[in-house]
């Protein structure tokens, strides 16, 4: 790769000073228009009751007396209240937090719980004009419950201090110093659009569905908890700008500072579109028009699990410019110095797209891409998902069709995949001359990997790119990458462009008892820069060689990557104390552990079925 490109390809990217911004302004003085309640004790606790009709201007502590309004209700409670709403559409009616914030419910300093009637049936519509909901704290750091219930058609603009600026979050939902608890919601076609100001770079627009923020060197109380939660078709968008376009962050989701634990979410049709500009495209600051985490972006210092969780059909997608196009990072999730645990997830057909310039923009990472962040995956499936770099008189490069992985700062990140199957992703540069790329499946660069009882298959990396199931390497990053693979499958890459695995010199691959299946070539090395150091790869004796995997049904339609009873990989993952596999069933069921992310299931004999005679009884 010419060192002109990767240089623009592995770029660090840090932008704490406008997040910083961005907390510090949500947090002071956006509230004068509410009255804050101190907490009464649980035995005063009282019920208030909305729905379609009712009257603002009553008591509202009776379903047979409601509210017309939930901010009306909201204005009525102290904390510790709850919130009972009828079914019905819910709009704007007047800004109660002030300074611009303009939500159709606006919680500030209180503790509440809302309870809709489900989903679907209690609906608050921003109309395309509003936010949907948004809970601010500064030194009370309220907790807010809210299920049941859908937030729709909303629209975030800058508010506040992000007037100057054009910075925007939150567009169902904002959370600024203060922590919810989200159950059987949905967020659909919400909308977070930074705006131009007439400044050389364009607005931000972060977390199109829901933003949570929190203060940096604080310590919430309580952690923000999601269950059962739909993002579908919501967008965070940067604006045009002279120079170039703003940066869009989290179209479903936003995190900066905090934590987050969340189980059953269904992310499906997020957009993370960053502004375009006809000037250079990249900023004094380094900055470039990035798309970063078409569904989740988790920034500096958040600390994310996500369970049982789907992830399908997200962009990421960067800002065209005249010069430098805009950069696309994790087309499913993006996460950059922050903690993520993902546990039994589904990705698939997730895509971060580099834009167009002169010289097109990077696209890393088609479901998940982080840099100098610890991630732990595991039980999960990366599938179908693809990075496609921008056009240009110089193309855009493309890296990690399914996972993107980079460290650039010294701090001791490290990622971790256990019991997963990344297959059938891509990735491929733009059009133009060539740039380079690769890692169809996983990019890995600049930090320590372990992959222990993974299942890498059919992955692709297009021409001029390197590594179709991965690519390991160090560009530009302070320390090299160390890979550890661990009684892995990798299997069924063609093509004779470029092997299984490729390793850039001065990194080291380690090997540990894998089986490679039907590639063209399994390994393959390419010197760095001067002084060219050598690639080291360790292991090449305890790997397996066989003609097939023995897959269940691999590719299009099922990509069902479990293994057969006549799989080579049985009972060969000798040493392995991995206690299961990717469904959670027991290994080993044989004699040893099976090789790859699926250990097959073995009916004890005195439970296989046997064949037996029917006796009728009349």
């Known amino acids: 790769m010419p060192s002109k490109d990767r240089t623009r390809l592995l770029r660090q990217r840090l932008r704490a000073a406008w997040l910083c911004t961005i907390v510090a302004s949500a947090s002071v003085g956006v509230h004068s228009a509410t009255a804050v309640h101190t907490a009464h004790a649980e035995t005063d606790a009282t019920t208030y009751y909305v729905a379609p009709g009712g009257n603002d201007g009553g008591a509202c502590n009776s379903a047979a007396a409601p509210c017309g309004t939930i901010q009306a209700a909201v204005n009525k409670s102290a904390s510790g209240d709850t919130i009972q709403i009828a079914a019905g559409t819910y709009t704007f009616s007047v800004d109660q937090c002030g300074s611009g914030v303009n939500a159709v419910v606006c919680i500030a300093e209180k503790s509440l719980t809302l309870i809709g009637a489900g989903a679907g049936t209690t609906i608050i519509d921003g109309g395309g004009a509003r936010r949907g909901v948004a809970v601010l704290g500064s030194g009370a750091q309220p907790f807010v419950r809210v299920q049941g219930l859908t937030i729709r058609n909303s629209l975030a603009i800058p508010f506040g201090g992000y007037a100057a600026t054009g910075q925007s979050q939150g567009g169902g939902m904002l959370v600024n110093n203060a922590s919810v608890a989200l159950s059987n919601l949905q967020f659909l076609n919400n909308r977070s659009v930074g705006v131009d100001v007439g400044a050389q770079a364009g607005g931000i627009g972060a977390g199109g569905g829901l933003s949570i923020l929190w203060i940096p060197g604080q310590l919430p109380t309580q952690d923000n908890a999601l269950e059962n939660v739909v993002f579908d078709g919501n967008q965070a968008a940067g604006s045009n700008g002279s120079v170039r376009g703003g940066e869009a962050q989290g179209g479903a ?346 250990e097959v299931f073995v009916l004890p004999p005195n439970l296989r079925p046997y064949a037996y005679t029917a006796i009728l009884v009349k």
């Open 253 to 598: 989701m936003f995190t900066y500072y905090a934590r987050v634990s969340a189980i059953g979410l269904t992310v499906r049709n997020n957009v993370a579109q960053a502004g375009s500009s006809g000037g250079g495209g990249s900023t004094p600051d380094g900055q470039d028009a990035d798309g970063l985490g078409g569904g989740i972006a988790a920034q500096v210092a958040s600390n994310v699990t996500i369970q049982s969780s789907s992830f399908t059909n997200n962009q990421a997608r960067g800002g065209n410019a005249g010069q430098a196009g805009g950069n696309a990072f994790g087309g499913g999730i993006y996460s950059e110095r922050a903690t993520l645990t993902l546990t039994n997830l589904d990705l698939r057909e997730n895509e971060a797209i580099g834009a167009n310039g002169a010289s097109g923009g990077v696209g890393g990472g088609g479901a998940i891409s982080h840099d100098s962040t610890t991630m732990t995956l595991s039980r999960s499936t990366i599938i179908n998902n693809s990075s496609t770099g921008g056009n240009g008189n110089t193309a855009g490069a493309g890296g990690g069709g399914g996972i993107y992985i980079t460290r650039f700062t010294t701090n001791n990140a490290s990622s971790t995949i256990v019991n997963t199957i990344i297959a059938d992703n891509s990735t491929q540069q733009g059009s133009g001359a060539a740039a380079g790329g690769g890692g169809g499946g996983i990019w890995v660069q600049g930090l320590p990997l372990n992959l222990t009882h993974v299942t890498l298959a059919r992955n692709t990396a297009g021409s001029s790119t390197l590594g179709h199931a991965m690519i390991i390497n160090d560009f530009g990053t302070p320390a090299p990458s160390i890979t550890d693979l661990n009684f892995s499958i990798v299997a069924e890459h063609s093509g004779s462009s470029t092997a299984a695995i490729v390793v850039e010199g001065g990194n080291t691959l380690n090997l540990n008892r894998g089986l490679w299946a039907a590639n063209s070539t399994n390994t393959g090395t390419f010197a760095s820069a001067p002084p060219n150091p050598a690639a080291t790869i360790n292991g090449a004796g305890s790997m397996i060689s066989a003609g097939s995997a023995g897959f269940v049904s691999p590719g299009a339609p099922d990509y069902n990557y479990r293994i057969t009873n006549g799989s080579p990989a049985l009972n060969q993952a000798t040493g392995s104390t991995t206690p299961i596999d990717i469904d959670g069933n027991s290994r080993p069921q044989g004699s040893a552990h099976d090789i790859g992310a699926d």
